[in-house]
């Protein structure tokens, strides 16, 4: 588990796509650092599995492709806490195809979890960061937004779309003391593990550190960038991703 260096005692954080892989390494690092942990997903039992051990953390089942989802949730948080300070959007799908193999279907899910859901779950929190005076934003795009990627055009242009839409709310939220940055990590997650042998091998040729990082190596950058500290870095894109983008 990565180690914290802040402190988020008093402070409530919501993790989207918390299930698994680095939405689950983020909960588990806010929950460290003495947070009021929200796990949120659409699969109720691997989110309950996730927040087995995070004692005090909880959990709810929610589609970010839903506005009466996302509205509950936000609802409930602040219900429950008074208060919401960190929202990390990390909720994903992935439908890798060429071009010319993807459907419909395909095209508008990719965009509607990735995009949709990060634009959905800013806008309920919105009211309640004015409210306060405060709040942080942290979404989670990928290289592939920043490059794109062969047979990955729906999941490049949503990544694309979230690293628009977190430099207009920086722009847009500053004044309510709301920062929105994202982070672009290269980490071992589902998407790594589900490439074939030789298809690993070349994308982890592309990075100078020579390895793809454990998903709890990406949360230090997320927890600065959610800390009382980076309250003046707004609209920033950090690749956490070995010098890949370089």
């Not at 089942?61 to 806490?81: F, Q, W, Y």
Request: hydrophobic letters at 45%.
């Amino acid at each position: 588990m990565a180690t914290t260096t802040h402190d988020f005692t008093g402070r409530t954080v919501i993790v989207t796509g918390a299930g698994r892989g680095i939405g689950l390494a983020l909960a588990r690092y806010f929950h460290a650092a003495g947070a009021v942990v929200w796990l949120v997903g659409r699969d109720a039992e691997a989110i309950k599995q996730a927040a087995h051990d995070l004692d005090g953390a909880r959990i709810a089942r929610a589609d970010v492709t839903r506005s009466p989802d996302v509205e509950r949730v936000v609802l409930d948080v602040v219900a429950d806490t008074g208060r919401v300070d960190v929202l990390i959007n990390n909720a994903g799908v992935l439908r890798d195809r060429v071009l010319w193999k993807l459907t419909d279907e395909d095209w508008e899910t990719v965009q509607a979890v990735h995009l949709g859901g990060t634009f959905r779950f800013m806008r309920a929190c919105v009211p309640h960061f004015r409210a306060q005076g405060r709040g942080r934003v942290v979404n989670v795009t990928s290289y592939a937004g920043l490059h794109g990627n062969v047979g990955q055009a729906a999941y490049a242009a949503a990544k694309a779309g979230v690293i628009g839409l977190t430099k207009t709310a920086a722009k847009e939220l500053v004044r309510f003391g709301t920062t929105v940055n994202a982070i672009s990590p290269v980490a071992e997650t589902r998407m790594i593990t589900s490439l074939s042998e030789r298809a690993g091998d070349q994308l982890r040729s592309l990075i100078p550190a020579g390895r793809f990082a454990p998903p709890e190596d990406i949360c230090a950058a997320a927890g600065f960038l959610a800390s009382d500290e980076a309250h003046y870095v707004t609209g920033v894109v950090l690749p956490v991703d070995g010098g890949m983008s370089i």
